[in-house]
């Protein structure tokens, strides 16, 4: 494209905007509102799935002891399971912090312990935390090959349902996301068609003296993608002033709890909001123009 | 001389529109020859296809049969592109509303094809008064063009259609929407445009405007049905 046509496209632009200028600032507001939207979901399903990933990484096995395991053996046990490979942490749970916490898991209904008579037929255990999720699964077939182990369970159950939620959330995530990309492209292509068609005769009258067709699109294309870039750079600001505020928030509250770190994160975030934005908006008028290049 | 070159060839045109289940033809068949400085009127009542003809000469509409040889360019092998390219070179239109742009000046409504054709700025400007001048407005080139009488504003639509010098020149009832002394102006333009050796077409339903031509056509029910020199009266009803 030449710098003389690609001036004349800019001025062409920039007049349109303004001609249309409540219709544009509508359309700039409404399209940020649905990025914002877009955005807030896209920063929840990308949180959802470190929390998820974090999650899966925390692998645990509980260890459950023979009965009659004397505390000099536990000890020793301890220090051999330190030592396997892959092991972050091992703690000692004893028979009476087991029953505590059934008891606890129990809530009200702990009242049917009575009819244990106050035995505790729980075992001694220990709860290993492995590095890797890879390891679990042999780490625990080495642990049940030790002396006076009576049994190690990891959470296979539990890991299995937490695949599925984070499948599920990814899935709705991604549907939600497509949806608010159509609701954009909506809006986008309907402010378009309104120039449009309030220049339908000025684009016949462009077609009659030999304007190509791209020579037409263009000018509407542009004013798409600048509706697109400033609803997106609006969205962008409020989402990133909100992610910081949230992100301190919670950390101020909740310290472990694992968010996404702001930088790099946001500005992956604000490339695609904007970018998407404007990708949006051609493609809005681009949509919008088709029914009227037809003389 | 260039008086025989042949410019425009129809061989069989039609033009077929669906409504429901039927197919109706706007054009059932047309065998045209215009000549090179050939100065034709193109008649007929409204509904007879003439804009349809009209639409297909200056290449704003595909024929559904048939073949159109523009200057020995057969027009359905071009693509959308080389269509724009040809109205902009090769046609000039103008129109009964005029269609100029409200928002800009005279002269930039005329300088607009040169915009298409890619011309500098300058040399846009220079041309647009030139052609500004040769329809005897040059003093008005910075009017809107609601600033402009009827007569005035189809004045700059024709220096508008011959800025990029074409060699045909398409008019569509250019003197509808005009009183009787800008009627004679505007066709006086023609004629000189016709002398200077550019092929004119005119569409109108007026005898009078028609009488201008070298050639009368009449259309009727999508056919050419009677095709006569200068001289004959062609009641359209």
């Not at chain 1, 470190?50 to 999650?55: D, G």
């Not at chain 1, 129990?106 to 220990?126: C, H, M, R, V």
């Not at chain 1, 402010?191 to 077609?207: G, N």
């Amino acid at each position: 494209m030449k710098i003389r046509t690609l001036e004349y496209f800019v001025r062409e632009v920039f007049l349109s905007l303004k001609r249309n200028n409540w219709m544009s600032v509508a359309s700039v507001g409404t399209v940020a509102v649905s990025l914002f939207i877009f955005g807030m979901f896209l920063m929840l399903v990308l949180n959802m799935n470190k929390m998820a990933e974090s999650l899966e990484s925390q692998v645990q096995i509980n260890v459950y002891l023979e009965e009659g395991t004397t505390s000099s053996e536990i000890r020793s046990l301890e220090a051999e399971l330190n030592d396997m490979q892959g092991v972050e942490k091992v703690t000692f749970v004893s028979k009476d912090e087991a029953m505590e916490r059934f008891k606890e898991r129990l809530g009200d209904q702990s009242s049917i312990l009575d009819a244990l008579d106050d035995t505790n037929p729980l075992p001694d255990g220990f709860e290993v935390m492995i590095t890797q999720p890879e390891l679990v699964e042999t780490a625990a077939k080495n642990i049940e090959q030790h002396k006076h182990v009576e049994s190690a369970k990891y959470g296979q159950d539990v890991m299995e349902h937490l695949f599925d939620i984070t499948r599920l959330i990814r899935f709705f995530g991604l549907v939600l996301m497509l949806f608010l990309a159509g609701a954009t492209l909506f809006i986008i292509s309907n402010t378009i068609r309104l120039t449009v068609f309030a220049r339908r005769k000025e684009i016949a009258i462009m077609k009659y003296v030999g304007a190509t067709d791209w020579f037409i699109r263009w000018p509407f294309m542009m004013e798409g993608m600048v509706l697109g870039l400033f609803g997106g750079i609006l969205a962008n600001i409020i989402l990133r002033f909100g992610y910081s505020a949230l992100v301190s928030e919670i950390y101020s509250a909740l310290a472990f709890f694992p968010l996404i770190p702001e930088q790099p994160f946001l500005n992956y975030i604000s490339i695609v909001v904007v970018f998407g934005g404007m990708a949006i908006g051609a493609m809005g008028s681009t949509i919008s123009l088709k029914r009227f290049l037809e003389v | 001389m260039a008086e025989e070159k042949i410019t425009i060839a129809l061989r069989g045109i039609k033009k077929l529109y669906r409504i429901g289940d039927q197919e109706v033809a706007a054009l059932g068949g047309i065998d045209l020859d215009i000549k090179n400085g050939e100065f034709t009127a193109l008649m007929g009542p409204s509904g007879s296809g003439k804009s349809t003809l009209m639409n297909i000469l200056g290449c704003l509409d595909r024929p559904s049969e048939g073949s159109y040889r523009l200057d020995g360019r057969e027009v359905a092998n071009l693509s959308d592109d080389e269509l724009a390219r040809t109205r902009n070179q090769q046609i000039g239109f103008v129109f009964q509303n005029f269609n100029l742009l409200s928002r800009i000046s005279a002269v930039d409504n005329v300088a607009l094809p040169l915009v298409y054709a890619g011309v500098k700025a300058a040399e846009r400007k220079r041309r647009a008064m030139e052609v500004l001048e040769m329809v005897g407005l040059a003093d008005r080139a910075n009017h809107q063009p609601n600033e402009l009488s009827g007569g005035q504003r189809q004045r700059v639509a024709i220096a508008r259609a011959l800025v990029n010098n074409p060699e045909i020149i398409m008019a569509d009832e250019p003197t509808g929407n005009l009183d009787t002394k800008s009627t004679a102006e505007i066709l006086d333009v023609f004629t000189r445009l016709h002398e200077m050796g550019r092929t004119v077409i005119l569409v109108t339903h007026e005898p009078e405007v028609a009488m201008r031509a070298n050639r009368q056509l009449l259309v009727r029910d999508g056919l050419i049905t009677r095709d006569e020199g200068r001289g004959v009266v062609l009641d359209v009803v």
